[in-house]
């Protein structure tokens, strides 16, 4: 089976950095996404890693860990349009569809 | 490029009744998802189609769900009977993968209250 792991809250202030983890297990690993979900909204993609490394979208960026299980996304220059709730979410080699972690739910303050 | 498109958004029933949502994904995407969501959850698969076809349905409840996907566009998830707990926000997506990348898109949700 498939599990993951992250936070369920971070509070962070306008302007600040925020870094959300997320630890997996799973069998046959693929890759690790990233979306965001508005209250009352659908999830939206926002990043996707593949290979170990950092992938930096903007003012996002993932990081992936495949031999330690982790990735984290983080959020630069916050701004209030960024309180969501962030998804890690697995997909394993042998389906495509998305197993998705409980989410972490982020309060930017001003 | 229109996105997923689902309805209804919201529907009220009692236990027992049935009820039926309905799909149009994005257009050239062949892989279709029905995940159903519940509050301060993360979206959980229910099935999963490859054009017409299933490719997984293992967390399906198939004694009251079912889903189809004709002509290998729009796809439909029906429930019958609705129990308390299948309140949730169902949600449809469509996927492309390119390079080895696959993106998700979702449909804004059916929202599904059962009293």
């Known amino acids: 089976g498939q599990s993951l792991e992250q936070p369920s809250e971070v509070t962070a202030v306008e302007g600040a950095i925020v870094q959300i983890n997320c630890t997996y297990q799973t069998s046959g690993f693929y890759g690790l996404s990233w979306y965001q979900q508005h209250d009352g909204g659908a999830p939206t993609f926002l990043s996707y890693n593949g290979l170990d490394g950092l992938e930096e979208t903007g003012r996002f960026s993932s990081f992936l860990s495949r031999s330690d299980s982790y990735g984290y996304l983080l959020l630069q220059e916050l701004q209030m349009k960024d309180s969501a709730s962030y998804f890690c979410a697995v997909t394993d080699t042998g389906r495509r569809a998305l197993t998705f972690g409980s989410g972490t739910r982020l309060q930017v303050q001003p | ?115």
Do not use: M
């Open chain 2, 1 to 115: 490029e229109a996105g997923v498109a689902q309805s209804p958004r919201y529907k009220i029933i009692e236990k027992r009744q049935s009820v039926a949502f309905w799909c149009n994904p994005i257009s050239g995407h062949a892989t279709l998802y029905w995940y159903q969501q519940i509050l301060g959850q993360g979206p959980k698969l229910l099935i999963q189609f490859q054009n017409n076809g299933v490719v997984d349905d293992s967390q399906l409840p198939k004694d009251r769900f079912s889903a189809e996907r004709l002509k290998g566009v729009d796809s439909t998830l029906k429930i019958q009977p609705a129990k308390l707990e299948d309140s949730a926000v169902y949600l449809c997506a469509s996927s492309l993968r390119r390079g080895g990348k696959e993106t998700q898109y979702f449909g804004p949700g059916t929202r599904l209250l059962v009293l």
